[in-house]
């Protein structure tokens, strides 16, 4: 779909988190089932690429329902998971997993600027109005040195492999999606990711929102990705503090 059919600005904002609040209540089960369970293997790969640990302060920004949340908090790290969609953090509340939630939107988050030493996100890039915006707001909210990574699905580039994916993600996932919980949401999901810019233009804007050693990881095939990177120094600007 092109991206002129899909809504943008505040009209995208609202939907989506409508959409979720919708989708929360069969959405880890639908994921896991959809993802061949692969979306945990991802989540993991990610955390071991920015090294997270015990003396970390985690920010998820679009936890949902806590996947990346409880993963981080498994390895000792203090954990604070940030969702616009009240549904999915009340549904994650439900799985009884330890960690602290607040209801927040990516591109205002309730964090001081140099606070955190992690961000981490997961499969949200393009469900954002404006990742410029949402990048900028991470290296805000990162002390110097910190580190992200964000995941996200793709689409994988050779052609035979990326027939028999769409074949699955825009064919069968829409249609599980529908039977088991709702049609227009999981039509919405594949099509979605007509937002996601292209690898060069992700990475330079993260090196644009202030982040160094900006790496891209594709996975399975391009059917997914990670990208990571670290927190530049921070500069004077004007007097103050970018
Ligand atoms: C596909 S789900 C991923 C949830 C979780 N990160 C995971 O890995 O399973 C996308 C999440 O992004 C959240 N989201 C989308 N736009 C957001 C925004 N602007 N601010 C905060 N959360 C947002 C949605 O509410 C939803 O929970």
Wanted: proline share 6%.
């Amino acid at each position: 779909m092109a991206l002129g059919d899909l809504p943008s600005g505040e009209d995208k904002r609202v939907r989506v988190r409508d959409m979720f609040d919708r989708i929360a209540p069969r959405y880890d089960a639908l994921n896991r089932v959809m993802s061949v369970g692969m979306d945990q293997r991802w989540r993991r790969r990610a955390l071991d690429k920015i090294d997270v640990g015990p003396t970390d302060l985690v920010v998820d920004l679009a936890c949902g329902t806590g996947d990346f949340c409880a993963l981080v908090a498994g390895r000792g790290a203090k954990v604070i998971g940030v969702d616009f969609a009240l549904q999915m953090l009340k549904q994650g509340r439900t799985r009884g997993l330890d960690f602290r939630s607040v209801q927040g939107d990516g591109e205002w988050l309730p964090f001081r600027s140099a606070s955190v030493d992690v961000v981490t996100c997961g499969f949200a890039l393009r469900n954002f109005v404006s990742l410029s915006a949402v990048l900028s707001e991470i290296a805000r909210i990162l002390k110097p040195g910190g580190r992200t990574a964000l995941i996200d699905v793709d689409r994988p580039a050779w052609g035979p492999i990326r027939a028999a994916h769409s074949l699955y993600f825009d064919h069968v996932v829409p249609m599980v999606g529908g039977l088991v919980s709702d049609r227009q949401a999981y039509r919405y999901l594949p099509q979605s990711t007509a937002y996601l810019p292209p690898p060069e233009e992700l990475r330079s804007m993260m090196s644009g929102a202030g982040f160094l050693e900006v790496d891209r990881e594709s996975l399975f095939l391009g059917s997914a990705q990670i990208l990571t990177g670290a927190r530049g120094p921070l500069t004077p600007v004007g007097g103050g503090l970018s």
